[in-house]
Protein backbone atom coordinates (compact mmCIF):
# COMPACT_ATOMS: atom_id res chain seq x y z
CA UNK A 1 0.00 0.00 0.00
CA UNK A 2 1.43 3.08 -0.70
CA UNK A 3 0.38 6.43 0.76
CA UNK A 4 -1.95 8.37 -1.86
CA UNK A 5 -2.22 11.36 0.11
CA UNK A 6 -2.51 13.35 2.98
CA UNK A 7 -5.72 14.86 4.21
CA UNK A 8 -4.87 18.39 5.95
CA UNK A 9 -8.12 20.08 7.78
CA UNK A 10 -7.90 23.97 6.93
CA UNK A 11 -10.06 26.63 8.41
CA UNK A 12 -10.02 28.80 4.81
CA UNK A 13 -10.17 26.46 1.57
CA UNK A 14 -8.72 29.71 -0.95
CA UNK A 15 -6.69 31.20 1.94
CA UNK A 16 -4.95 27.72 2.42
CA UNK A 17 -4.92 26.65 -1.69
CA UNK A 18 -2.58 30.54 -2.22
CA UNK A 19 -0.14 29.02 0.74
CA UNK A 20 0.32 25.51 -0.46
CA UNK A 21 0.53 26.47 -4.15
CA UNK A 22 3.45 28.81 -2.50
CA UNK A 23 4.83 26.02 -0.11
CA UNK A 24 4.88 23.41 -3.10
CA UNK A 25 5.19 25.62 -6.10
CA UNK A 26 3.00 23.72 -8.12
CA UNK A 27 -0.89 24.98 -8.96
CA UNK A 28 -3.88 23.52 -7.04
CA UNK A 29 -5.12 20.58 -10.08
CA UNK A 30 -8.55 19.55 -8.62
CA UNK A 31 -10.87 21.39 -5.87
CA UNK A 32 -14.13 19.22 -5.27
CA UNK A 33 -17.14 19.41 -2.85
CA UNK A 34 -18.27 16.41 -1.25
CA UNK A 35 -21.22 16.52 0.15
CA UNK A 36 -22.42 13.42 1.41
CA UNK A 37 -18.67 13.74 3.40
CA UNK A 38 -19.96 17.78 3.72
CA UNK A 39 -16.16 18.83 2.59
CA UNK A 40 -14.76 20.92 0.21
CA UNK A 41 -11.71 19.61 -1.08
CA UNK A 42 -8.61 20.61 -2.97
CA UNK A 43 -5.96 18.50 -4.49
CA UNK A 44 -2.65 18.92 -4.95
CA UNK A 45 0.26 16.74 -6.67
CA UNK A 46 4.12 16.00 -5.08
CA UNK A 47 5.65 13.46 -6.49
CA UNK A 48 3.82 9.95 -5.92
CA UNK A 49 1.53 11.51 -3.23
CA UNK A 50 -1.14 13.83 -3.29
CA UNK A 51 -2.10 16.71 -0.23
CA UNK A 52 -5.51 16.76 -0.09
CA UNK A 53 -7.26 20.10 1.82
CA UNK A 54 -10.17 19.79 3.70
CA UNK A 55 -12.31 22.35 4.56
CA UNK A 56 -15.51 22.13 6.64
CA UNK A 57 -18.95 22.73 4.21
CA UNK A 58 -21.26 22.73 7.50
CA UNK A 59 -20.68 23.67 11.15
CA UNK A 60 -21.49 20.22 12.12
CA UNK A 61 -19.69 18.50 9.67
CA UNK A 62 -16.70 15.88 10.78
CA UNK A 63 -14.16 18.14 9.78
CA UNK A 64 -15.79 21.51 11.85
CA UNK A 65 -15.88 19.09 14.86
CA UNK A 66 -12.11 18.51 14.10
CA UNK A 67 -10.96 22.42 13.55
CA UNK A 68 -12.46 23.14 16.86
CA UNK A 69 -11.08 19.96 18.90
CA UNK A 70 -7.51 20.26 17.41
CA UNK A 71 -6.77 23.13 14.78
CA UNK A 72 -5.52 22.87 11.55
CA UNK A 73 -3.18 20.15 10.62
CA UNK A 74 -3.07 16.73 9.50
CA UNK A 75 -6.68 14.92 9.33
CA UNK A 76 -6.24 11.57 7.94
CA UNK A 77 -3.11 9.63 6.20
CA UNK A 78 -4.69 7.38 2.86
CA UNK A 79 -3.30 4.37 1.55
CA UNK A 80 -4.00 3.10 -1.57
CA UNK A 81 -5.49 -0.40 -2.02
CA UNK A 82 -5.98 -2.72 -4.92
CA UNK A 83 -8.88 -4.08 -3.39
CA UNK A 84 -10.84 -2.46 -0.83
CA UNK A 85 -13.34 -4.75 0.21
CA UNK A 86 -10.86 -7.72 0.61
CA UNK A 87 -8.64 -5.14 2.87
CA UNK A 88 -11.42 -4.58 4.85
CA UNK A 89 -12.08 -7.82 5.26
CA UNK A 90 -8.43 -8.55 7.00
CA UNK A 91 -8.38 -5.44 9.02
CA UNK A 92 -11.62 -6.01 10.49
CA UNK A 93 -10.66 -9.86 11.10
CA UNK A 94 -7.27 -8.02 12.39
CA UNK A 95 -9.51 -6.65 15.39
CA UNK A 96 -9.02 -2.89 13.61
CA UNK A 97 -13.28 -0.94 13.57
CA UNK A 98 -14.26 0.80 10.43
CA UNK A 99 -16.35 3.60 10.30
CA UNK A 100 -18.37 2.34 7.71
CA UNK A 101 -19.89 -1.07 6.80
CA UNK A 102 -19.39 -0.85 2.94
CA UNK A 103 -16.76 1.53 0.71
CA UNK A 104 -18.22 5.00 0.47
CA UNK A 105 -17.64 7.53 -2.70
CA UNK A 106 -15.25 9.97 -1.70
CA UNK A 107 -13.26 13.18 -3.36
CA UNK A 108 -10.94 12.69 -6.25
CA UNK A 109 -12.77 9.78 -7.48
CA UNK A 110 -12.36 6.70 -5.04
CA UNK A 111 -14.26 4.84 -2.80
CA UNK A 112 -12.63 5.21 0.55
CA UNK A 113 -13.45 3.69 3.88
CA UNK A 114 -11.96 4.81 7.04
CA UNK A 115 -10.17 3.12 10.31
CA UNK A 116 -11.18 4.03 14.07
CA UNK A 117 -7.71 6.14 14.89
CA UNK A 118 -8.59 4.57 18.81
CA UNK A 119 -7.41 1.23 17.13
CA UNK A 120 -4.43 2.70 14.86
CA UNK A 121 -2.36 4.92 17.54
CA UNK A 122 -4.45 8.42 17.29
CA UNK A 123 -4.04 8.35 13.45
CA UNK A 124 -6.97 8.44 11.26
CA UNK A 125 -6.41 6.01 8.04
CA UNK A 126 -8.03 6.04 4.81
CA UNK A 127 -8.49 3.49 2.76
CA UNK A 128 -9.08 4.30 -0.87
CA UNK A 129 -9.14 2.37 -4.53
CA UNK A 130 -9.83 4.10 -7.70
CA UNK A 131 -13.59 3.81 -8.91
CA UNK A 132 -13.91 2.15 -12.10
CA UNK A 133 -17.08 2.79 -14.47
CA UNK A 134 -18.30 -0.60 -14.59
ZN1 LIG B 1 -8.66 11.53 1.99
Not at 35 to 62: M, Y
Request: negative net charge; contains cysteine; glycine residues 8%.
Amino acid sequence: MKVEHIGIAVNNLAASIRLYEKLLGSPCYKTESVVSEQVNTAFFRQGETKIELLESADPGGVIARFLEKRGEGIHHIAFEVGDIEAEMSRLSAEGFALLSSSPRPGADNKWVCFLHPRDTGGILVELCMERKES
